[in-house]
Nanobody
Framework: QVQLIESGGGLVQAGGSLRLSCAVS????????MGWFRQAPGKEREFVAS????????DYADSVKGRFTISRDNAKNTVYLQMNSLKPEDTAVYYC????????????????????WGQGTQVTVSS
């Protein structure tokens, strides 16, 4: 059974930083791209960042470029999201997700391209 467990969320002031982690079990982690999405109250779940299986390529939503960094440690079956210069509009539940396809050349950005999802971790940025 595949499990994705996020951690690292919390309350932070604007301008602060947080590092999210997502530990994956039940599948061969190093074969799959990983992504982070977020969902604010009353809004659709949106793409934040993604990374290929080998970490060769990453992609980011325009709203987080230059502030967020996605990375992974295939030895630890874990993907990370380093979030710096946080803004109140970054407040949301953050979800990690695992790709449907092995060894994709480009990191996927659409929800439909992900097969497994974590339960989410709340990030709240106060002004």
């Amino acid at each position: 059974q595949v499990q994705l467990i996020e951690s690292g969320g919390g309350l932070v002031q604007a301008g602060g930083s947080l590092r999210l982690s997502c530990a994956v079990s039940g599948r061969i982690f190093r074969r799959y791209a990983m992504g982070w999405f977020r969902q604010a109250p009353g809004k659709e779940r949106e793409f934040v960042a993604s990374i290929t299986a080998s970490s060769s390529t990453t992609d980011y939503a325009d709203s987080v470029k230059g502030r967020f960094t996605i990375s992974r440690d295939n030895a630890k079956n874990t993907v990370y999201l380093q979030m710096n210069s946080l803004k109140p509009e970054d407040t949301a539940v953050y979800y990690c997700a695992s790709d449907t396809t092995v060894y994709r050349n480009l990191p996927p950005t659409r929800k439909s391209e992900y097969e497994y999802w974590g339960q989410g971790t709340q990030v709240t940025v106060s002004s």
